[in-house]
């Protein structure tokens, strides 16, 4: 189950990060960074239109459909971009349908595997299903720049198309659903029953509303480095196939950092200890980026990949601790209202930050991104909440 919801939103997140690593082309062809990086962020728009629904289905018809079926849809949808490479809008269009289709395996993956370990081995199996996100972005870094410099977009499309069908075929035979509690089964089976088997934990306290917005602040630093990273080395004097090598081995690094921060969690019994450590460390690396790029420092390599690992870190923590918050039943939309917060800011992240290099150049704009995770160690909890 682990293996499969780990590929199953690698091949997604490949999907979903391919525009942003085709900024290079496009700006090569006469976009300028705002208009690249908002045709960049229509998966990201995409899948915050769909997260929550995707959240609701899970929870009412169970994991294994809605990952099978959403790659079936997803599939379809990279089909569909591949079609309309030459047209701008209409690829635009497709990869805002394939953002809408690949929210699936957001939203389900992490049911499977919160369904199938115990709490004492929660945060590290869910650090390693949070390690799909680098490493899908890992594998659009090492092969969607080149050939799409090389070969044009279409190439660029060939391995997400054939991945997200690979993975709809895998999941569709191999994800079994995990055992629920009777009576979230008894609230699947009727709606009546639905409203009283298990209380809404978003009316109990704020605590989900506090890890949501602490994500959201947090995502964004990881975004303006999966976005713009490649951009920045590129303006430092890197190759483009160069620059992307080193950010898909930044992208690794951090997969791996998931792991460790995961089981560190496990070994501490904690998800918002370790949670708040990791915002600390957002703002110190990238205030130490900013300076890099000031000062020309020879050590940006070593930087963006210790940047990359810390920015990334949080994900699987505040993932976890949202899912034991919820409960079985919740777990599904409380998971998609989480994901939705984030890909909001992540949205925003492409044209925004665009911009905002645009006025103030790369340094001024990773000063202003450390200033996000300050604002956001406050709103951490200061202790866990589960249903276990």
Same mark, same amino acid.
């Given at each position: 189950?682990?293996?499969?919801?780990?590929?199953?939103?690698?091949?997604?997140?490949?999907?979903? $990060?391919?525009?942003?690593?085709?900024?290079? @082309?496009? @700006?090569?062809?006469?976009?300028? =960074? *705002? %208009?690249?990086?908002?045709?960049?962020?229509?998966? $990201?728009?995409?899948?915050?239109?769909?997260?929550?629904?995707?959240? *609701?289905?899970?929870?009412?018809?169970?994991?294994?459909?809605?990952? +099978?079926?959403?790659?079936?849809?997803?599939?379809?949808?990279?089909?569909?971009?591949?079609?309309?490479?030459?047209?701008?809008?209409?690829?635009?269009?497709?990869?805002?349908?394939?953002?809408?289709?690949?929210?699936?395996?957001?939203?389900?993956?992490?049911?499977?595997?919160?369904?199938?370990?115990?709490?004492?081995?929660?945060?590290?199996?869910?650090?390693?299903? %949070?390690?799909?996100?680098?490493?899908?972005?890992?594998?659009?870094?090492?092969?969607?720049?080149?050939?799409?410099?090389?070969?044009?977009?279409?190439?660029?499309?060939?391995?997400?198309?054939?991945?997200?069908?690979?993975?709809?075929?895998?999941?569709?035979?191999?994800?079994?659903?995990?055992?629920?509690?009777?009576?979230?089964?008894? #609230?699947?089976?009727?709606?009546?029953?639905?409203?009283?088997?298990?209380?809404?934990?978003?009316?109990?306290?704020?605590?989900?509303?506090?890890?949501?917005?602490?994500?959201?602040? =947090?995502?964004?630093? %990881?975004?303006?480095?999966? $976005?713009?990273? =490649?951009?920045?080395?590129?303006?430092?004097?890197?190759?483009?196939? #160069? +620059?992307?090598?080193?950010?898909?081995?930044?992208?690794?690094?951090?997969?791996?950092?998931?792991?460790?921060?995961? =089981?560190?969690?496990?070994?501490?019994?904690?998800?918002?200890?370790?949670?708040?450590?990791?915002?600390?460390?957002?703002? &110190?690396?990238?205030?130490?980026?900013?300076?890099?790029?000031?000062? @020309?420092?020879?050590?940006?390599?070593?930087?963006? &990949?210790? +940047?990359?690992?810390?920015?990334?870190?949080?994900?699987?923590?505040?993932?976890?601790?949202?899912?034991?918050?919820?409960?079985? /039943?919740?777990?599904?939309?409380?998971?998609?209202?989480?994901?939705?917060?984030? /890909?909001?800011?992540?949205?925003?992240?492409?044209?925004?930050?665009?911009?905002?290099?645009?006025?103030?150049?790369?340094?001024?704009?990773?000063?202003?991104?450390?200033?996000?995770?300050?604002?956001?160690?406050?709103?951490?909890?200061?202790?866990?909440?589960? @249903?276990?």
């Amino acid at each position: 189950m682990l293996s499969l919801g780990v590929a199953a939103q690698a091949a997604g997140t490949l999907v979903v $990060t391919a525009p942003a690593l085709l900024i290079p @082309h496009l @700006h090569g062809a006469g976009m300028s =960074l *705002a %208009q690249a990086g908002l045709f960049a962020a229509a998966p $990201t728009a995409g899948m915050v239109l769909t997260l929550i629904a995707w959240g *609701a289905v899970t929870d009412r018809i169970g994991e294994r459909v809605v990952i +099978a079926g959403g790659l079936v849809l997803t599939t379809l949808a990279v089909a569909g971009a591949w079609l309309a490479a030459g047209d701008p809008v209409l690829l635009g269009l497709a990869f805002l349908a394939a953002g809408m289709t690949s929210a699936s395996t957001n939203a389900a993956s992490g049911r499977v595997v919160v369904g199938w370990f115990p709490r004492e081995r929660r945060g590290l199996a869910m650090g390693i299903r %949070q390690m799909s996100q680098p490493l899908g972005v890992t594998l659009a870094a090492v092969t969607v720049p080149p050939l799409a410099e090389t070969s044009g977009i279409r190439a660029a499309l060939v391995l997400p198309l054939l991945l997200c069908a690979l993975l709809a075929a895998l999941s569709a035979v191999g994800i079994v659903d995990p055992p629920r509690p009777p009576a979230v089964l008894a #609230a699947v089976t009727s709606t009546a029953a639905a409203g009283t088997a298990t209380a809404n934990p978003y009316r109990s306290d704020g605590f989900l509303w506090r890890i949501h917005a602490v994500s959201v602040l =947090l995502v964004v630093p %990881q975004f303006t480095l999966s $976005t713009y990273g =490649l951009v920045w080395l590129v303006t430092l004097g890197w190759s483009t196939s #160069a +620059a992307s090598l080193l950010v898909g081995a930044a992208q690794f690094v951090g997969a791996v950092g998931r792991i460790l921060v995961g =089981l560190w969690s496990d070994r501490v019994g904690s998800r918002v200890g370790p949670l708040r450590v990791v915002a600390v460390s957002a703002a &110190v690396v990238m205030v130490v980026l900013a300076l890099v790029d000031v000062t @020309h420092l020879p050590a940006a390599a070593v930087v963006l &990949v210790v +940047a990359t690992s810390v920015t990334v870190a949080d994900n699987g923590l505040a993932y976890t601790s949202v899912a034991e918050a919820a409960g079985p /039943f919740w777990s599904g939309r409380a998971l998609g209202a989480q994901n939705t917060g984030q /890909f909001i800011a992540a949205s925003a992240v492409g044209p925004g930050v665009g911009a905002l290099v645009g006025l103030v150049g790369f340094a001024g704009s990773f000063l202003l991104v450390a200033a996000l995770p300050v604002l956001a160690l406050p709103l951490v909890p200061r202790t866990d909440r589960s @249903h276990d």
